[in-house]
């Protein structure tokens, strides 16, 4: 009965889905009279990486809080299957000023374990050497990097990440797509990534899921290698696909005014 509720709220529900990491169906959702998400259907694959793109206030992020089961109050209406171990990151590290780094990594985090796991999580992120400074002295790449690491140290089932390089610089950038196709590659969480950069999108993730007027207007699977570079003809032909899909191509600018 308690799962029914769930069904009928829209609220994620922690199950054992077999094969798949997430299972949406009928997911709708409403801001007053505004219908953000539109009758949504979608499966990720445990170990699947995907990117979600869309423009600006098409809905990507009220999609994540939704899977994340963080938007409670809105309305809506559908049934969303999650695993038990969901871990997030957001544009902003969140890591609690008042805790050094290690603290923060292993905080709730069970096991007598623990501050050994959270060593080795900021290992795998390089920032082993940083684990008794406080949060503010460290740069905003290296609290991502250690936002990273907390979201990982509980080895996740799923990560949920909305433009966790959002407030980079794009050298950081660059080294953090690095970084986090390494640590997926190891720990193979399924992974939702939210962003609005397409060449981010196409460098990390497997599938590509373009979100527009509430529904998704492309599923792209992008079968390139691991080692992904922009400048390859095969990652400009992703690319082109997904700015067509997003409406900003010049092509299609022109098409839509004739
Ligand atoms: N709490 C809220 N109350 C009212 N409207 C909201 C609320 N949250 C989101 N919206 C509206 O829902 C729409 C989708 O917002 P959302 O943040 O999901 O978009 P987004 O695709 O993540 O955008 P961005 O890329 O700019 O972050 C927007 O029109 C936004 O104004």
Not at 199 to 216: K, N
Not at 247 to 255: C, D, E, I, S
Request: hydrophobic share 40%.
């Amino acid at each position: 009965m308690a799962s029914n509720h769930h069904r009928l709220s829209g609220a994620p529900v922690a199950a054992a889905v077999d094969s798949a990491a997430v299972r949406i169906t009928g997911l709708t959702r409403s801001f007053g009279n505004r219908q953000v998400l539109d009758d949504i259907n979608l499966t990720i694959a445990r170990g699947e990486f995907t990117a979600l793109l869309g423009r600006s206030g098409s809905g990507k992020s009220t999609l994540l809080r939704a899977v994340a089961g963080l938007d409670h109050g809105t309305v809506g209406s559908g049934e969303i299957l999650v695993p038990e171990r969901v871990s997030l990151v957001f544009q902003d590290s969140r890591l609690l000023p008042w805790l050094k780094i290690l603290d923060n990594v292993v905080l709730g985090l069970p096991g007598k374990d623990a501050r050994g796991r959270g060593r080795a999580a900021l290992d795998e992120v390089s920032l082993a050497k940083r684990e008794s400074a406080w949060p503010h002295e460290l740069s905003g790449g290296e609290q991502q990097r250690a936002a990273l690491a907390r979201s990982l140290v509980s080895e996740p089932e799923l990560l949920l990440a909305d433009e966790p390089f959002g407030s980079l610089d794009a050298l950081t950038r660059i080294r953090m797509h690095r970084l986090l196709r390494r640590l997926y590659e190891t720990h193979r969480p399924a992974v939702l990534l939210v962003t609005h950069d397409v060449d981010e999108a196409v460098i990390l993730a497997d599938r590509v899921l373009v979100l527009d007027d509430g529904d998704f207007v492309q599923d792209l699977r992008i079968d390139l290698p691991a080692e992904r570079d922009p400048g390859d003809p095969g990652f400009q032909h992703y690319r082109t696909t997904l700015l067509g899909a997003l409406g900003v191509l010049p092509a299609h600018r022109t098409k839509e005014q004739s």
